[in-house]
């Protein structure tokens, strides 16, 4: 059985950090690229930031950039997401998905696409 499973979220005050992550199992996660998106109320889902797990390689939304690293460890199958200096408008529930292409790829595809597997999400909350 395929499970994406995030964890991590949590509220949080402006200026401060969160490690998100999300483990993976039932697929061969170095084939798979790995990507987080958010959706907050009332807004589209949109592409945070993504790795590939074959090479490292990685992408990040411009709002993020500077801010947010996102890491992998492949033994453990689970890849990192460190938010630091948040920003209210980082609230959002926040989804890993993985599908078998590069982290390139996946942050030009967008939070709209039908990647292969989904996880179920965990809040952020950013308080001003």
């Known amino acids: 059985e395929v499970q994406l499973v995030e964890s991590g979220g949590g509220?949080?005050?402006?200026?401060?950090?969160?490690?998100?992550?999300?483990?993976?199992?039932?697929?061969?996660?170095?084939?798979?690229?790995?990507?987080?998106?958010?959706?907050?109320p009332g807004k589209e889902r949109e592409g945070v930031s993504?790795?590939?797990?074959?090479?490292?390689?990685?992408?990040?939304?411009?709002s993020v950039k500077g801010r947010f690293t996102i890491s992998s460890d492949n033994a453990k199958n689970t890849v990192y997401l460190q938010m630091n200096s948040l920003k209210p408008e980082d609230t959002a529930v926040y989804y890993c998905a993985a599908d078998p292409t590069?982290?390139?790829?996946?942050?030009?595809?967008?939070?709209?696409?039908?990647?292969?597997?989904?996880?179920q999400g965990t809040q952020v909350t950013v308080s001003s």
């Open 11 to 40: 509220l949080v005050q402006a200026g401060g950090s969160l490690r998100l992550s999300c483990a993976a199992s039932g697929f061969t996660f170095d084939d798979y690229a790995i990507g987080w998106f958010r959706q907050a």
């Open 50 to 62: 993504c790795i590939s797990s074959s090479d490292g390689s990685t992408y990040y939304a411009d």
């Open 102 to 119: 590069t982290a390139q790829a996946m942050g030009v595809r967008g939070g709209s696409y039908e990647y292969d597997y989904w996880g």
